[in-house]
């Protein structure tokens, strides 16, 4: 996992935690559980560079209606700097807004997939091992099933509302954490403890 950095222009909404969803594929000796995590990462564009542009062009709208006098105007070019003033502004809100989200949106992705985190959890069944990654190792880790005493969703370590649930692993070696409190929902770790335990029962 590392950082990107967004450009000085780009306000973002980033609030704590990660989406995460869990996918799940099957062969006839395997089971696989792709757990993967993204930031929930917003841009800010409509609400930042949209009044801004809004508010230039009302600038130069007044900046035009005092250069040209329009008060001494005929009624139809009143109307028309009227007409102007209530049109324009929300005009190029909407412009600014949509260049702005066409321009963020790749640096979007891209913070997006530098934060995301990602567990891989390989059941085979014909060899009788458990095959895991998780997001800060590089390469595969083994368990037969006979050295796995048990999988829960448990507490962390310092958590004070009993909602912070890591994914453990319980084995012959010690604890091994799957998922930390950041990577899944409560539910998605209660669930995915369940299918675990089903497989390595059957």
């Known amino acids: 996992?590392?950082?990107?950095?967004?450009?000085?222009?780009?306000?973002?909404?980033?609030?704590?935690?990660?989406?995460?969803?869990?996918?799940e594929e099957s062969t006839p000796n395997e089971r696989i559980f792709v757990i993967r995590g993204e930031p929930?990462?917003?841009?800010?564009?409509?609400?930042?560079?949209?009044?801004?542009?809004?508010?230039?062009?009302?600038i130069a709208l007044t900046g035009?209606?005092?250069n040209f006098n329009i008060r001494e105007q005929g009624g139809g070019m009143r109307f028309l700097f009227?007409?102007?003033?209530?049109i324009l502004p929300a005009l190029a809100w909407?412009?600014?807004?949509?260049?702005?989200?066409?321009?963020?949106?790749?640096?979007?992705?891209?913070?997006?997939?530098?934060?995301?985190q990602k567990c891989v959890i390989r059941l085979n069944q014909a060899q009788g091992q458990l095959i895991y990654q998780i997001p800060t190792a590089d390469t595969e880790?083994?368990?037969?099933?006979?050295?796995?005493?048990?999988?829960r969703a448990t507490p962390a370590i310092g958590a004070r509302?009993?909602?912070?649930?890591?994914?453990?692993?319980?084995?012959?070696?010690?604890?091994?954490?799957?998922?930390n409190e950041a990577l899944g929902t409560t539910s998605q770790k209660i669930d995915l403890?369940?299918?675990?335990?089903?497989?390595?029962?059957?």
């Open 1 to 23: 996992m590392s950082q990107h950095r967004r450009p000085w222009w780009l306000l973002v909404n980033k609030p704590a935690g990660l989406v995460t969803t869990i996918q």
């Open 94 to 116: 909407g412009v600014a807004t949509i260049v702005m989200n066409r321009l963020s949106a790749r640096h979007l992705q891209a913070e997006r997939d530098a934060e995301a």
């Open 82 to 86: 009227i007409a102007a003033f209530l």
């Open 193 to 202: 403890a369940r299918e675990l335990e089903a497989s390595l029962r059957s």
């Open 40 to 58: 929930l990462v917003q841009g800010l564009a409509w609400l930042i560079w949209g009044p801004v542009t809004a508010l230039v062009v009302v």
């Open 141 to 151: 880790e083994y368990l037969a099933f006979h050295q796995i005493r048990g999988i």
């Open 161 to 179: 509302d009993g909602k912070s649930l890591q994914l453990m692993l319980h084995t012959d070696r010690g604890k091994i954490v799957l998922l």
């Open 64 to 66: 035009l209606a005092i």
